[in-house]
């Protein structure tokens, strides 16, 4: 194919929920379309809300089946889902296909497998650790038998080659500075009533109660903050997964029952609508995010992009894109670290500092870039696909 050739691409995620697959899906989709390919984000839609968000890219909805009880039960009828919708020739217009997770790479190795599409590209973000080994292998399918792969970070880079023997293209990740950004829209207010926060400090938590979010440990280093600051409070935002994290609540529940916090010091908002995510940064003294595995940490440069410190852990990817002095490190399985950074974080002049070097940070992350690092590979799979 011509390198000025315009692209039909097929983007799959996973759900129609803002988790940061999707985020990436739908913001490559919008960068490939402003650069002029045509770029289609599709999901299976289980609650026939659409997505998250109204893209400035085409959108495919896919009918979702109902699924039974259980991950695999789930991840099994979403594959069937996506294997339906493009077993359809109506439906396989496009030069590239691209999957971004698990479910939506083993669709389209089915399709290929039978001859519906030449071949397929994926996105590894992480790779997740699953009991079942079922669920295991059907994750490992995904990315094996794609024939061009991506990662968002140096990380996965490595592992991907130490661990399969595969090599990828880092294309990164982006940040819209336009609508993150250090500049109050009037929203913060009405959020802080609604969400019954009072004169603070606030701590944020992006994503939920999971293990790899690290939850316990955020809420038992908050356990200390509190004592030195009674009118701190935690903000846990977001938890839209597909997958099954009961288990792990029930112990962020039992430590918050052993702490014994006062109930306004914790909320749990669940996800927030899109249009105030800017705003729940902007009202934060800080982000708290010591995860124990992230593909990148897009909540990171939402952040800094936000202008608020970002208290993160001292591991890779972090470390990848942070330098010493962009964020406040910690050690993700010490609560006390993560404490003395989330105090640190309030403090001036340290505070004024790492919104400057967050600012910087974000500045270097764009989705136009992201969306012309993968234009090489695409370029070769749709010559692949019309050959």
Not at 7 to 32: C, D, F, K, Q, Y
Not at 147 to 153: C, E, L, P, Q, T
Not at 345 to 356: F, G, K
């Amino acid at each position: 194919m011509r390198t000025n050739e315009r692209l039909r691409i097929a983007i799959l995620s996973h759900s129609t929920n803002p988790r940061g697959g999707v985020v990436h899906a739908l913001a490559l989709g919008e960068a490939l379309t402003a650069l002029g390919h045509e770029a289609v984000v599709h999901a299976p839609d289980a609650k026939g809300g659409g997505f998250f968000r109204k893209a400035a890219c085409e959108t495919v909805c896919v009918r979702a089946a109902p699924a039974g009880d259980g991950t695999l039960a789930m991840v099994e009828t979403r594959i069937a889902d996506y294997v339906r919708h493009f077993q359809d020739a109506t439906n396989r217009r496009f030069d590239v296909y691209h999957a971004h997770d698990g479910i939506s790479g083993n669709a389209l190795a089915t399709l290929r497998q039978a001859g519906r599409i030449e071949a397929f590209a994926r996105t590894v973000h992480h790779v997740d650790r699953f009991e079942d080994a079922r669920i295991a292998a059907l994750q490992a399918r995904s990315i094996r038998l794609a024939d061009r792969h991506f990662v968002v970070s140096r990380l996965w880079r490595d592992r991907l080659a130490r661990d399969m023997g595969l090599d990828a293209t880092i294309v990164g990740n982006g940040v819209d500075t336009g609508f993150f950004t250090p500049r109050a829209d009037g929203g913060e207010s009405a959020l802080a009533r609604r969400l019954g926060i009072g004169k603070g400090p606030v701590f944020l938590s992006i994503g939920g109660i999971e293990e790899r979010k690290n939850s316990v440990r955020i809420l038992e280093a908050f356990a200390q903050v509190h004592v030195l600051m009674p009118s701190a409070q935690l903000v846990v935002a977001g938890g839209a997964s597909v997958l099954d994290h009961s288990a792990y609540r029930a112990e962020f529940e039992a430590a918050l029952d052993r702490l014994a916090l006062p109930e306004a010091a914790l909320r749990i908002t669940g996800p927030v609508p899109q249009a105030e995510m800017a705003a729940l940064y902007r009202i934060a003294a800080a982000l708290v995010f010591p995860s124990v595995k992230e593909g990148f940490g897009l909540a990171v440069i939402e952040a800094m992009a936000c202008g608020i410190p970002v208290v993160t852990s001292h591991i890779e990817p972090f470390t990848d894109y942070l330098a010493d002095g962009d964020a406040l490190w910690c050690d993700p399985a010490s609560p006390g670290s993560i404490a003395d950074a989330m105090v640190a974080a309030t403090r001036s002049p340290q505070r004024e500092r790492l919104a400057a070097r967050g600012l910087a940070v974000a500045a270097r992350h764009n989705w136009a870039d992201t969306a012309r690092a993968h234009l090489p590979v695409y370029l070769a799979l749709g010559a692949r696909q019309h050959a």
